[in-house]
């Protein structure tokens, strides 16, 4: 049995967690094109060697960060996102579209 640790919950068994992904910098949503924008969301490096991704604890939704060794499966450690944010991204939401009257 693979146990995480995870920084909320403590030491658990690996499935009650989901992956979410690598951890990469987001571009800006409102001057990017696009081709950038579908590059951030639906590609990932997949490279071998350490990388930061994202979890979550499927019991308490608590998303986190893992370091983790992508050829041996090690995970090096895992801490809260507040070591890395410090703020939150607020996007804007769209204009409401204008009425055409005949």
Known sequence: MKIMPC???GP???SEFTYGGELKSM???ATCSDGEWADYVFNSENRAGI???WWMHNASSYWFLAERHTVSDEILRTFDPKEI???RVD???PAPAKEVSA
């Open 51 to 53: 990388v930061i991704e």
């Open 91 to 93: 996007f804007a939401a």
């Open 7 to 9: 920084p909320l919950n």
């Open 27 to 29: 571009p800006d949503p």
């Open 85 to 87: 944010f410090n703020r």
């Open 12 to 14: 658990r068994n690996i």
